[in-house]
């Protein structure tokens, strides 16, 4: 397993998750990194990315709620999610781009948010 996303659970509305995705070093070191989520019955999106030299980019519903870090030393990216509300209820996925490591898809992460 390239990728391997951790972290995910049940949380009341309003609590905290901290998601990580393991890589090796060096799909970490040359990629863009981005989580996506997936709800029931809806399609994949975006939620927020790291490149290389940590500038990050967020959908709109989770800024100011969510940070995307990596820690190069632990090859880890990392997404900490704060004032979880249940439209954020989905599965994770991890995905690594660059062009070394081309488009890599980690295993999802199930968060489920109860109101």
């Known amino acids: 397993v390239q990728l391997q996303a951790s972290g995910g659970g049940l949380v009341q509305a309003g609590g905290s998750l901290r998601l990580s995705c393991a890589a090796s070093?060096?799909?970490?070191?040359?990629?863009?990194m981005t989580w996506y989520r997936q709800a029931p019955g809806k399609q994949r999106e975006f939620v927020a990315s790291?490149?290389?030299?940590?500038?990050?980019n967020y959908h709109d519903s989770v800024k100011g709620r969510f940070t995307i870090s990596r820690v190069n030393a632990r090859n880890t990216v990392y997404l900490q999610m704060n004032s979880l509300r249940p439209e954020d209820t989905a599965v994770y996925y991890c995905?690594?781009?660059?062009?070394?490591?081309?488009?890599?898809w980690g295993q999802g992460t199930l968060v489920t948010v109860s109101s």
């Open positions: 790291i490149n290389i030299e940590s500038s990050t």
């Open positions: 070093r060096i799909i970490l070191s040359g990629s863009t």
């Open positions: 995905n690594a781009n660059g062009i070394t490591s081309g488009d890599i």
